[in-house]
């Protein structure tokens, strides 16, 4: 079994591939803003037959840090609470974490949208979506390339189709992608042992998707777009495929 790091855990898609994982018996590590969100996406995941022991780790002051959860069959799971909106800060939050000296891939899904036209997108609206959806994807996973390297793991990023094509209102955002798939095409080039996917879904039933509604002044229905769990069968396809062949690129459309 592996170990896995998701970004965006508590999400849709990144709440998904926690589950398949999970499913598989790989430890986990899981990461978001809230650690209350967090502890509710353990303690789900702990349910069942396969029942967890929960350790709460904590700092060199004793206050409360990560949790490992274990289970008699040794898998663990491990939450980190990370604010990538500072991704200057995330290697001193990772330092203070008991993090392996091996992993078998980094699932980038952590992801926020704010619309709006170019010429009401100032400053404040393009940072936030760069520092999220892009510069923080690329300091972790600089981060981490040790510990992806000792495994020859596996970085997924779950991108978007406006990743592939900008519309009118979604100029901050899919910059933000555009230069994600950049950031996945460089990192495949250069770390050749590594494998390396990029993801694009459609228009999936998650909460960010409430919000990109609302803010289209559109109605929600989740039955109108892509289930979060089909999209991370096809993340799992892409981890589970033969060493011998990679999965570069997947587009995943709503039907």
Same mark, same amino acid.
């Given at each position: 079994? %592996?170990?896995?790091?998701?970004t965006?855990?508590?999400?849709?898609?990144?709440?998904?591939?926690?589950?398949?994982?999970? *499913?598989?018996g790989?430890?986990?590590?899981?990461?978001?803003?809230?650690?209350e969100?967090?502890?509710?996406?353990?303690?789900?995941?702990?349910? %069942?037959?396969?029942?967890?022991? !929960?350790?709460?780790?904590?700092d060199?002051?004793?206050?409360?840090?990560?949790?490992?959860t274990?289970?008699?069959?040794?898998?663990?799971?491990?939450?980190?609470?990370?604010?990538?909106?500072?991704?200057?800060?995330?290697?001193?939050?990772? =330092?203070?974490?008991?993090?392996p000296?091996?992993?078998? %891939?980094?699932?980038? @899904?952590?992801? $926020?949208?704010?619309?709006?036209?170019? =010429? #009401?997108? *100032? +400053?404040?609206?393009?940072? *936030?979506?760069?520092?999220?959806?892009?510069v923080?994807?690329?300091?972790?996973?600089?981060?981490?390339?040790?510990?992806?390297?000792?495994? !020859?793991?596996?970085?997924?990023?779950?991108?978007?189709?406006?990743?592939? /094509?900008?519309?009118?209102?979604? @100029?901050?955002?899919?910059?933000?992608?555009?230069?994600?798939?950049?950031?996945?095409?460089?990192?495949?080039? #250069?770390?050749?042992?590594?494998? $390396?996917?990029?993801?694009?879904?459609?228009?999936?039933?998650?909460?960010?998707? !409430?919000?990109?509604? +609302?803010? #289209?002044? /559109?109605?929600?229905? +989740? @039955? *109108?777009? +892509?289930?979060?769990?089909?999209?991370?069968?096809?993340?799992?396809?892409?981890?589970?495929?033969?060493?011998?062949?990679? $999965?570069?690129?997947?587009?995943?459309?709503? @039907?």
């Open positions: 079994m %592996g170990t896995y790091l998701i965006g855990a508590t999400g849709g898609i990144g709440k998904s591939v926690a589950e398949l994982l999970r *499913d598989r790989h430890d986990l590590i899981l990461t978001g803003r809230s650690p969100r967090l502890g509710t996406l353990t303690r789900a995941l702990g349910s %069942g037959a396969h029942a967890h022991t !929960q350790v709460i780790l904590r060199h002051n004793g206050a409360p840090g990560a949790v490992r274990s289970t008699p069959e040794r898998a663990t799971i491990q939450t980190i609470a990370l604010d990538l909106n500072e991704p200057r800060r995330l290697e001193a939050a990772l =330092a203070e974490t008991a993090m000296g091996r992993l078998d %891939g980094v699932i980038h @899904s952590a992801g $926020v949208v704010d619309l709006g036209p170019v =010429a #009401e997108q *100032d +400053a404040d609206h393009w940072i *936030d979506q760069l520092m999220v959806n892009l923080s994807a690329a300091e972790l996973t600089r981060i981490l390339l040790p510990a992806l390297r000792a495994a !020859q793991g596996h970085v997924v990023f779950v991108n978007s189709t406006a990743g592939l /094509q900008a519309n009118p209102n979604w @100029s901050a955002y899919a910059a933000s992608k555009f230069g994600l798939r950049a950031l996945a095409d460089s990192l495949r080039a #250069e770390e050749t042992a590594l494998q $390396v996917t990029t993801v694009y879904p459609g228009r999936t039933a998650t909460e960010m998707q !409430q919000k990109v509604r +609302a803010q #289209e002044g /559109q109605p929600y229905n +989740a @039955s *109108d777009f +892509a289930d979060p769990m089909s999209v991370a069968r096809g993340v799992l396809a892409a981890l589970e495929m033969p060493r011998d062949a990679v $999965v570069s690129d997947i587009t995943i459309r709503p @039907s």
